[in-house]
């Protein structure tokens, strides 16, 4: 009856448990490519190919958000697609603050796993991200 009992607290003790959102930086860096987007409404849209990739880098509490073009060689064509960021911690939430010449905006990241990101905006539409892999023909 005790291991029993043992098994239920030590199971309802390690499901409660959370991640750290300052965690999720971790994950960050490097090139990811947009798989879905769910829109607030419930509507989905897939991407089943991606001509241009996001590639972030992260440096303290600042970023570099990049659009780049996957080449055949495994090299990248840089565009002139780029934003710069702040990391914040809120409300025990990861947010990237962005700020342009023409706008302003955050998004709040929902979770992160080596593979996998997702982030939602300020509109509600949720991204999910997957780490591109190089293509091999």
Do not use: H
Not at 24 to 51: R, T
Not at 87 to 101: A, F, G, H, M, W
Not at 112 to 128: D, H, L, R
Request: aromatic fraction near 14%; charge should be positive; hydrophobic fraction near 35%.
């Amino acid at each position: 009856m005790r291991r029993v009992l043992f098994c239920i607290v030590l199971l309802y003790v390690t499901s409660c448990t959370t991640t750290n959102p300052k965690e999720y930086i971790q994950y960050l860096d490097g090139y990811w490519e947009i798989k879905k987007v769910v829109l607030p409404d419930g509507n989905k849209k897939e991407y089943v190919f991606n001509q241009d990739i996001d590639f972030f880098e992260v440096k303290d509490s600042i970023g570099i958000r990049k659009k780049v073009r996957p080449r055949l060689d495994g090299s990248f064509i840089i565009t002139n697609n780029q934003e710069i960021f702040t990391i914040v911690i809120e409300n025990d939430s990861v947010r990237l603050y962005y700020k342009n010449s023409l706008a302003t905006w955050k998004e709040t990241i929902i979770s992160a796993k080596e593979n996998e990101i997702v982030f939602k905006n300020e509109t509600g539409n949720v991204y999910f991200y997957q780490r591109y892999q190089k293509l091999k023909l």
